[in-house]
């Protein structure tokens, strides 16, 4: 059995055949957690997680590239931005997230990729993304659920942000698509939190070695998970990634730490049990 800890199958790209999709992970033995990136998309992975007794869960959040901040231009069909919202709505947030089936708060974070070009702009975007994640912090705290970050090109912020608001520092969480370095892996293991790996780790990325990453990184702390639609790892040879492909990451991990597939299977499964209490 395989979980992939961290979907999008509430993504329109599964408009056209969402339910086979689901269908051909359960009767694989692969469980997924579907992901929001908004209150749209954070309502439709809910409302998938209700239709199946077992096997597929949720996490509702914002994203931090679905805020809009007015000061930068993103892409349109960066993490489905047709419902960028101006502000957080925490309590329609809160109800959506006291569903059983939904088992954390995410994907929430910094996302320093888009970003406006003069130093002002650049601060005051910088701090509406921090004072969102914090906000989404204090969700997470009083519904006593993990959390999955979302962090690109802001380890630092993060790390500071969880080092200055101890009380809502949560207990239990995943650096989702994990890119940093070893000493960043180590930061977030010394906070009792997971690493998340997928397709991202078959792509050269300079300054990032995935394979001195993945090696550093123990296996009682590494979720496995395909952040599909998006990077579809290099075997399948298709540009749309699914839930089953993650098994792809695992053998990768599996040969990265010179061990047996399914050891990597039995305790990313165990992890992902323990991390999400599913």
Known sequence: M???THAHLNSSAFNKDRNEIIKKCLDNNVWVVNVGTNLKTSKEAAGLAKKYEQGIYSAVGLHPMNLETGLVKIKADVNERKSIESDFN???????AKSKKVVAIGEIGLDYYWRPKT???????KQKQKDLLLEQLKLAKELDLPVIFHCRMANHDLFNILS???DLRPKKAVAH????SVDDIRKHIDLGYYIGFNGIIFK??????????IKATPLEKILIETDCPYLAPPQVQTKRNQPIFVKYVAQEIARTKNMDFEKVEEVTTENAKTLFGI
């Open 2 to 4: 395989l979980i992939d």
């Open 90 to 96: 925490y309590e329609k947030y809160k109800d959506l």
């Open 119 to 125: 130093k002002v702009k650049k601060e005051l975007f």
């Open 164 to 166: 200055e608001n101890p």
């Open 177 to 180: 698509s994990f890119v940093g």
């Open 204 to 213: 050269n990325i300079e300054g990032i070695d995935f394979e001195k990453i």
